[in-house]
């Protein structure tokens, strides 16, 4: 079975402020996927980056930072100089890669950052 | 291009009452998701469609609800007998067909708020 693990329920800042969302994972499956959606509150779910199990290589976009480690099971995001904007629900999430089960998402939790200004 | 798109936005009814969600994919994705989101349940896999192959209903909670998808593209997922329990955001999701044991990133529509009172 699959599971995320996001442990922080809810995340205040101050504008600014530099802030990382954590993301556990648990698969058995060699190959997946990981994802991170942003849930604004219009509640569309807005993707933002996906990674592979064969990538560990750290990507930024600007403002955005992922930092994927295999060896903790962990895919990390972290937020450079906060804005009110970035106020929203964050989810991490896994699919793995079995024609049987499509690439169906298993979702954690959910992330409710707060930037206040 | 056009995104996912999902109507009704809200829906309120009675308990008892027959509703019927309609999700329109984007143009080209064969691969269609549904999600419900509640505020127990977080987010929770429902059913998946990929092109003419027999859909994937492994995470229907009842024989209450049920989905089909017409002509390859729309989707209506049906609840019978609504019970309050039912009340969620229901989201659709939409991708390029997965192939190669490749996972292709799903794009969310808005969603549907249904409320049964």
């Known amino acids: 079975a699959q599971k995320v693990t996001q442990a922080q329920t809810e995340i205040s800042v101050v504008e600014k402020e530099d802030v990382t969302l954590d993301c556990v994972y648990e698969t058995r499956d060699t190959t997946y996927y990981l994802f991170w959606y942003k849930q604004p509150p219009s509640g569309e779910l807005v993707f933002l980056i996906r990674r592979n199990s064969f990538d560990e290589q750290n990507e930024i976009s600007g403002r955005y930072s992922w930092n994927f480690q295999k060896s903790t099971s962990s895919f990390n995001f972290t937020i450079t100089a906060s804005q009110v904007v970035d106020s929203a629900v964050y989810f991490c999430a896994l699919s793995s890669s079995k024609e049987t089960s499509g690439s169906r998402l298993t979702f954690g939790e959910g992330t409710q950052l707060t930037v206040n200004p | 291009g056009a995104g996912v798109s999902q109507s009704p936005s809200n829906k309120v009814t009675e308990k008892g009452k027959d509703v019927e969600l309609r999700c329109d994919p984007i143009?080209?994705?064969?691969?269609l998701y549904w999600y419900r989101q509640s505020l127990g349940q977080g987010l929770e896999f429902l059913i998946y469609f990929q092109g003419n192959s027999a859909p994937d209903k492994s995470g229907l909670p009842s024989d209450r609800f049920s989905a089909e998808r017409t002509g390859g593209s729309v989707s209506t997922l049906t609840i019978q007998r609504t019970q309050q329990e039912d009340s969620a955001v229901y989201l659709c999701?939409?991708?390029?067909?997965w192939g190669g044991g490749a996972v292709k990133t799903q794009y969310f529509g808005p969603g549907t708020r249904l409320l049964v009172l």
């Open positions: 999701a939409s991708s390029l067909v």
């Open positions: 143009s080209g994705h064969t691969a």
